[in-house]
């Protein structure tokens, strides 16, 4: 089974013990107990401990610093199946396991397709600090395993702008006979930091592939080169026509990414606002402010937006409203409703909104504050992010905020030290 892409450069910050200790885990066992566990001669033992672990890992319910030493020497285990599980919990781990990058990297030679390519996936996860691993990345490009290679494409995309030596084989895997490289291959060219000149002729050619996520991706990345790009607004005005809703609405995103240069798709944008997809209209909507600066011809779709039963559909809308600014004045009221909407993701969106066009902390912080106790990492983030673009009119949230410096997850720490520096300056001490 192939491993689908989503990388976010990793920031931590060193808080906390470096391992969970006597902490029970997994099936009543303490993280040591497992990782003692990978050591058994009985192979069925060290599976279900490298799976333990992987899942405490991937989840980071649990502080897993201190587990690397253990995970890497695993990386030599006989066994395929314990090798790709510690390869998959290194990956998980991110910086804290930079140590593991010769092992990984040894690794991508391995004898098992499967392993080759959680190591590679792994690389990725451990960011820049991996960036001793880009030649044999590059050349993993050539195996003949497509999963290897959308790996491959991964582990790139995660290392970012210190695998820019990749750049001419990445172009070059647009045309690869598997889908689902071409697609990594388009967005890991935005992340290696591809210059437009380079890519917005072959990106404007992958907008014709006959995959819709090929497509679409294309298009995403695009717009990733703003202004630079302007030369694919036709081509990415055809896609407005697309068949796929999804391609549709990345489409008009990146239309709206590439800006004020953009004005030519201005009516064809203006016909997508009847759109039959909710999606796609507030993606057409937003890209048409972005381009126009017009509030005015948009507001009426957003504000209705708010009021889809999709809740990402109600999220971007709200999203999209914030960026809008005080001249979306006219969404408060249905803006306040979805303060107390089912959907927490939605609520959060909504009190950053809320609080970008009218300026009142007082109305937005108990939801925010609810948010950062959420059991999903990422919402637990956004709220934090949330807090401090509101600054010091957030001091409320000091102690909540300094709470989640011991968050499991090294991204919500990360978040939650940014808020705290913005909201009070004395906490960069």
Avoid: Y
Avoid at 78 to 96: I, K, P
Avoid at 200 to 205: E, F, H, N, R, W
Avoid at 358 to 364: I, S
């Amino acid at each position: 089974m192939r491993i689908v892409w989503s990388v976010c450069l990793i920031l931590l910050i060193a808080v906390g013990p470096s391992l969970a200790g006597g902490k029970s885990v997994g099936k009543g066992r303490t993280l040591t107990g497992w990782i003692e566990k990978l050591k058994s001669n009985d192979v069925a033992v060290r599976r279900q401990a490298a799976k333990e672990i992987h899942e405490l890992c991937e989840e980071q319910t649990e502080n897993t610093r201190g587990a690397a030493p253990a995970l890497i020497a695993a990386l030599s285990d006989a066994d395929a199946e314990v090798r790709g599980l510690v390869a998959d919990a290194l990956g998980h781990m991110g910086e804290d396991a930079k140590a593991a990058v010769p092992a990984l990297t040894k690794a991508l030679k391995d004898k098992d397709a499967g392993v080759r390519g959680k190591c590679a996936f792994a690389l990725g996860g451990i960011g820049p600090d991996a960036k001793e691993a880009v030649p044999a990345l590059i050349e993993l490009l050539k195996d003949m395993d497509p999963d290897v290679r959308v790996n491959a494409v991964a582990g790139l995309n995660g290392i970012g702008t210190a695998a820019k030596a990749a750049i001419p084989v990445l172009i070059k895997s647009l045309k690869d006979e598997d889908a689902e490289v071409r697609m990594n291959a388009a967005s890991a060219l935005d992340s290696v930091g591809a210059e437009a000149k380079t890519a917005v002729a072959p990106l404007i050619d992958a907008l014709k592939d006959a995959d819709e996520g090929v497509r679409g991706q294309a298009a995403v990345t695009l717009g990733k080169f703003g202004a630079a790009a302007n030369e694919s607004v036709p081509a990415l005005v055809k896609l407005l026509k697309d068949m796929h809703m999804g391609v549709r609405g990345d489409a008009a995103h990146a239309l709206g990414e590439i800006g004020s240069t953009a004005k030519e798709a201005v009516p064809a944008l203006k016909e997508a606002l009847k759109d039959k997809e909710g999606t796609v209209r507030v993606h057409v909507a937003e890209s048409l402010w972005k381009i126009t600066g017009e509030a005015k011809t948009v507001l009426p779709v957003l504000i209705e937006a708010l009021k889809n039963d999709d809740k990402f559909v109600r999220g971007d809308a709200a999203h999209t409203l914030g960026e809008i600014g005080k001249e979306a004045t006219a969404a408060l009221p249905t803006l306040e409703k979805l303060l107390k909407d089912k959907d927490a993701g939605v609520r959060v969106h909504a009190a950053e909104s809320h609080w970008k066009i009218a300026g009142d902390a007082k109305a937005v912080l108990p939801v925010l504050l609810e948010g950062l106790k959420h059991a999903d990492k990422s919402l637990r983030m956004e709220a934090a992010e949330a807090l401090g673009e509101i600054g010091a009119k957030a001091k409320a949230a000091l102690p909540a905020l300094r709470a989640l410096l011991k968050d499991p997850s090294p991204e919500v720490r990360a978040a939650a030290m940014e808020a705290l520096k913005t909201i009070d300056r004395k906490a960069q001490k």
